[in-house]
């Protein structure tokens, strides 16, 4: 007699696998899944949880209400202002008002003369100390409430790509699971990266830097010490992301207990330091810091009394790539595929820059079957170019803390790539909320410059090259540093794609405050002397945003 043969269980497929259900992670499975993708999300550890990347910039704020918009994702916007996080998400974070840096020598006292302090235009909304922890697991939590499917404690050690058939991905339990399309947001120990050996080695960026790291608590406002009390900036230091640079590294401070709001005690501390001039040695990351509290006193009262409230953590060198990003059937997303440096908060940006340009792409796929690797190569441009923009950037910063001329150079070309790609975005999504046509963001696909912070202007992005190749010189022993930041300030002072109202080159305006009166001077200039397509873009985004917020100060009358 024949046994009955037992139908097999058909196995669940999905169109799309993400790992990693970090913030990048968990918002791609949201949005995937709220257009009708199925989704799943593994990962190897569990919510709620660590994580640095702390700190958003305009630019990120933008990213997340265009998102937001586009994908119909309403959970997403809350992201985009401190108010919205405080009030939906989290009071555990910090708000942040604006971007400070302070010039220190060692064993010197600091010059008060030598501080930069970039203040958020008051039109763009107030910026977060993220708290990650409860911020990730909260859009972890969207993600499954529009469906995706999510895994965690699940760590993948196999993973088999078959262009034509899709993904198979095998974890260390023994379970399977199948997709289509495999996308990798976890981190530096991709799965993927390692699987399909797409690191670059050595990598190309020129940036060298390690770190180390924690949260404390009883770091005292450096407004509040004898040397941060010296200073005439416009917005007090805590309110801010606080940046301490010196030659061969800087050292973050995140409060996230600077307002009356927060619940939450804990500092983010962070030393970053180019092991060429700052080597590591035998010292625990305790005593590496204490030790530079030592040669720097104007900082060490800022930490009199501060101890730290979760054990350090101590990095390698920090700068990783990848030759290849996108392939058949997979994609490695911004950290997964490499990083740079904690510097100017860019991590979570260049994330989402990411998710808004393959969301569409997974999507369409999703629903013609189509997943050929042609579909996706302005991702690999995308990504790859973000990359380069951000290394760029922070390598002449490096060179530039040398010299405190140069650096008050420098520090302007940062300034600008960070309100005009706000702006950028702010024009798209303004455009979009006014006719709803996706073509608005397809269109700012169209450049020569992928990864640009504003790639319509061809002189802007000279002015980038210009600024990298005059720190090139200055590191090679080429150019004396002043002689670099004399030049630099000099191309400053030319340009046609920032109002003379903001002063940018000016070195003795060392506070960029684009108060209402500059703004009002902005918009005259972009309606009769920029260049046609940069006046557009400037018009169109601060007049979005006046007007919005005008219509925020109406309806929400009540807590600001």
């Known amino acids: 007699m024949s046994m009955p043969m037992k139908t097999p269980i058909p196995r669940e497929r999905y169109d799309v696998a993400i790992l990693g259900a970090g913030i990048a992670g968990s918002m791609l499975a949201a949005v995937l899944a709220r257009n009708g993708v199925k989704a799943l999300l593994l990962d190897a550890g569990t919510h709620p949880r660590f994580a640095v990347g702390e700190s958003t910039i305009p630019y990120t704020s933008a990213l997340v209400r265009l998102i937001s918009a586009r994908y119909d994702v309403p959970e997403i916007a809350s992201l985009a202002t401190y108010k919205d996080i405080r009030d939906n998400i989290s009071r555990n974070c910090g708000w942040k008002k604006n971007f400070g840096f302070v010039y220190h020598r060692p064993g010197h006292a600091q010059n008060p003369s030598e501080a930069?302090?970039?203040?958020l235009p008051v039109a763009l909304q107030t910026e977060t100390h993220l708290f990650r922890q409860d911020v990730d697991a909260s859009m972890f939590n969207v993600a499954l409430q529009y469906g995706a499917d999510a895994r965690t404690g699940v760590?993948?050690?196999?993973?088999?790509?078959?262009?034509?058939?899709?993904?198979?991905?095998?974890?260390?339990?023994?379970?399977?699971?199948?997709?289509?399309?495999?996308?990798?947001?976890?981190?530096?120990?991709?799965?993927?990266?390692?699987?399909?050996?797409?690191?670059?080695?050595?990598?190309?960026?020129?940036?060298?830097?390690?770190?180390?790291?924690?949260?404390?608590?009883?770091?005292?406002?450096?407004?509040?010490?004898?040397?941060?009390?010296?200073?005439?900036?416009?917005?007090?230091?805590?309110?801010?992301?606080?940046?301490?640079?010196?030659d061969g590294g800087w050292l973050w401070v995140i409060p996230f207990d600077n307002n009356k709001d927060s619940l939450n005690p804990l500092c983010s501390v962070g030393l970053t330091l180019d092991p060429r001039v700052h080597p590591a040695g035998d010292a625990s990351p305790q005593e590496e810091?204490?030790?530079?509290?030592?040669?720097?006193?104007?900082?060490?009262?800022?930490?009199?009394?501060?101890?730290?409230?979760?054990?350090?953590?101590?990095?390698?060198?920090?700068?990783?790539?990848?030759?290849?990003?996108?392939?058949?059937?997979?994609?490695?997303?911004?950290?997964?595929?490499?990083?740079?440096?904690?510097?100017?908060?860019?991590?979570?940006?260049?994330?989402?820059?990411?998710?808004?340009?393959?969301?569409?792409?997974?999507?369409?796929?999703?629903?013609?079957?189509?997943?050929?690797?042609?579909?996706?190569?302005?991702?690999?441009?995308?990504?790859?170019?973000?990359?380069?923009?951000h290394d760029d950037l922070v390598y002449t910063s490096f060179v530039a803390f040398r010299?405190?001329?140069?650096?008050?150079?420098?520090?302007?070309?940062?300034?600008?790539?960070?309100?005009?790609?706000?702006?950028?975005?702010?024009?798209?999504?303004?455009?979009?909320?006014t006719h709803g046509r996706d073509e608005i963001f397809r269109d700012l696909e169209q450049t020569r410059y992928p990864g640009s912070p504003f790639p319509i202007s061809e002189t802007y992005n000279q002015m980038r090259f210009t600024a990298l190749e005059l720190c090139l010189q200055v590191d090679e022993g080429a150019l004396a540093p002043k002689d670099a930041a004399d030049r630099l300030f000099g191309v400053l002072q030319e340009a046609d794609y920032v109002p003379a109202a903001f002063r940018i080159g000016d070195p003795k305006e060392r506070y960029v405050f684009i108060t209402p009166p500059k703004m009002a001077q902005a918009a005259r200039w972009a309606g009769t002397e920029a260049p046609k397509e940069v006046g557009e873009l400037m018009h169109g985004a601060m007049s979005g945003l006046v007007k919005e917020r005008l219509r925020n100060m109406v309806s929400r009358p009540g807590r600001r």
């Open 116 to 119: 930069n302090q970039l203040v």
């Open 155 to 246: 760590r993948i050690n196999d993973i088999d790509i078959d262009g034509g058939t899709g993904v198979v991905l095998s974890a260390e339990s023994g379970e399977e699971f199948h997709a289509e399309y495999i996308v990798d947001a976890s981190g530096f120990r991709s799965p993927l990266a390692n699987r399909l050996s797409l690191r670059e080695e050595p990598t190309r960026a020129r940036t060298h830097s390690r770190s180390v790291f924690t949260h404390m608590v009883g770091v005292k406002p450096y407004d509040e010490t004898m040397s941060g009390g010296l200073h005439r900036q416009p917005s007090r230091w805590h309110d801010g992301t606080l940046h301490h640079v010196f």
């Open 289 to 389: 810091f204490d030790a530079f509290l030592q040669r720097f006193p104007d900082v060490a009262t800022q930490f009199e009394g501060a101890r730290a409230a979760r054990p350090w953590v101590a990095t390698g060198r920090l700068q990783y790539s990848s030759k290849q990003v996108i392939g058949d059937r997979f994609c490695l997303t911004s950290h997964a595929a490499g990083f740079i440096d904690p510097l100017y908060s860019r991590g979570l940006t260049n994330s989402f820059e990411v998710v808004n340009a393959l969301a569409w792409r997974l999507i369409d796929a999703a629903r013609d079957g189509d997943w050929a690797m042609e579909r996706f190569q302005y991702v690999e441009e995308l990504q790859q170019g973000l990359f380069d923009v």
């Open 403 to 433: 010299d405190y001329d140069l650096w008050n150079a420098v520090f302007r070309t940062w300034a600008l790539s960070t309100v005009l790609a706000a702006l950028s975005l702010e024009n798209a999504y303004f455009a979009f909320a």
